[in-house]
């Protein structure tokens, strides 16, 4: 079976991924430069403190190694201002982008919620008499060909369809699964005789060969599409 879901649902959900992942980025590359941008700024005040102490205890010699440290403190006072500000600024851009983070999530989360549940699609109706697999060709399989069509009445959600070959033994009743087929939904998916419908899946009857059905066609069972549905799951598998 393949997952089945409208393409503006998917499209929202892979913009919401891929925008929580950006800002996941820039949250992990701020976070690194305030923790440098705090040792730093550690730094620089440990370093202060130990500069104005070795002046304050060294005599008044106005000599120059104490005119270059008066100096190199007032650079450092500098820098440390400057580090503060660039803290205050990186925290308030951090708390932004993880509150836009939280954000993200969320619609992403409700983008999920939105998505349709995965769902199995196809059918078969009866046909003539069971033919020997290994003398039948695949464009004159002796069975009808089943289109199911995910979706309500609308169909306005671009959505996928399974055509499925099946031929059906009239004699015991049994019903095989020829092919299993996946592809994109076209405008003759809803031609044929509409043998099911429910909230999530109509189905209709395309005949292989001339586009009539030959022996008409009987509405099926929820039952009927279910057990139909698993033989095409595990003709599907054998295939792969």
Do not use: F
């Amino acid at each position: 079976c393949r997952v089945v879901e409208p393409s503006t649902l998917q499209q929202e959900r892979l913009q919401a991924i891929a925008e929580k992942r950006k800002r996941q980025t820039e949250i992990e590359n701020k976070r690194r430069q305030l923790e440098d941008d705090r040792r730093q700024l550690q730094h620089l005040k440990s370093k202060a403190l130990r500069e104005r102490w070795l002046l304050e205890g060294a005599p008044a010699s106005g000599s120059g190694e104490d005119e270059a440290m008066k100096k190199q403190m007032q650079e450092d006072e500098v820098k440390t201002k400057e580090l503060e500000e660039t803290i205050q600024r990186l925290e308030k851009e951090l708390e932004t982008l993880e509150n836009g983070s939280s954000a993200a999530s969320t619609k992403e989360n409700l983008a999920e919620a939105a998505a349709p549940a995965e769902e199995e699609k196809a059918e078969a109706v009866p046909n003539m008499q069971k033919s020997p697999l290994g003398t039948v060709k695949a464009e004159k399989v002796p069975g009808s060909p089943m289109k199911a069509v995910e979706g309500t009445d609308m169909m306005k959600a671009a959505m996928y369809s399974v055509e499925i070959t099946v031929e059906k033994d009239r004699v015991t009743g049994e019903t095989k699964v020829l092919s299993s087929t996946t592809m994109l939904p076209q405008n003759h998916c809803l031609q044929g005789v509409k043998v099911y419908e429910d909230e999530l899946k109509v189905v209709h009857a395309v005949s292989a060969e001339d586009g009539a059905l030959q022996n008409g066609a009987h509405p099926l069972s929820s039952s009927e599409v279910d057990e139909l549905l698993h033989k095409a799951d595990e003709a599907s598998l054998g295939e792969a």
